[in-house]
């Protein structure tokens, strides 16, 4: 059964810090790997999408990276920002293209002004 | 663009009654689904619908039904509600090969008391 976690499950910076979100599953054989924000009270934004043969996407101050074979996907965030603190999840499309979208419990990241 | 819309946004149920959860989605995707989301759960799958007139169950279904009528609309009912049934509810949909990743509606937050 493929398993998502999230290391750590929350972290508080300093504005500017640039800083590393970790995602590791324990399946390899997934179509895609989806970063999401939430925040509170709130519902799922899609930040990065990455499909099982790239190595990474960018999005503005944003890149995820996924390693496949070793079951890693990193969500760096440069020169961070207030407006940044939300929880961050990772999702995996398990199985092929009929699986299920498989969640990490989320990283609750908070950068102080 | 609306994207997916969730109605009701909240709910306060006793326990036993029942209710209907609707949502909606104008951009023609053939995939829905329903998750929970509970503290230190993470997300997970009730639900899904691959199409029109079909469903699906997922990882936690006991306690649910579901119906897919029109493609856009994707119900969740609660035919006798328990406490444990309290939980934020999140409607997501995706295009059939799932390669563009799913998009999630705002949520609803029910409380079974």
């Known amino acids: 059964k493929q398993e998502v976690t999230q290391i750590p499950a929350a972290l508080s910076v300093p504005e500017g810090e640039n800083l590393v979100l970790n995602c590791s599953f324990t399946d390899s054989a997934i179509y895609n790997l989806q970063w999401f924000r939430q925040d509170p009270g709130k519902g799922l934004t899609s930040l990065l999408l990455i499909q099982s043969s790239q190595r990474e996407q960018t999005s503005g101050r944003l890149n995820a990276s996924l390693d496949k074979s070793s079951g890693r996907s990193t969500l760096y965030i440069a020169a961070s920002q207030p407006g940044d603190s939300a929880t961050y999840l990772c999702a995996v499309l398990d199985g092929g293209s009929q699986g299920n979208l498989i969640f990490g419990k989320g990283t609750k990241l908070s950068v102080k002004p | 663009n609306a994207g997916v819309t969730q109605t009701p946004k909240f709910r306060v149920l006793k326990t036993g009654q029942s209710m209907t959860l609707l949502c909606a989605q104008d951009m023609n995707h053939e995939y829905m689904y329903w998750y929970r989301q509970d503290p230190g759960m993470g997300l997970r799958l009730i639900h899904y619908?691959?199409?029109?007139?079909?469903?699906a169950k997922g990882e936690v279904p006991d306690g649910y039904n579901v119906s897919r009528l029109k493609k856009q609309n994707f119900l969740l009912g609660l035919e006798s509600a328990a406490p444990s049934q309290t939980s934020v509810y999140f409607c997501?949909?995706?295009?059939?090969?799932?390669?563009?990743?799913?998009?999630f509606g705002s949520g609803t937050r029910l409380t079974v008391v």
């Open positions: 997501a949909s995706s295009h059939y090969d799932r390669a563009y990743g799913y998009t």
């Open positions: 619908s691959v199409g029109e007139g079909t469903t």
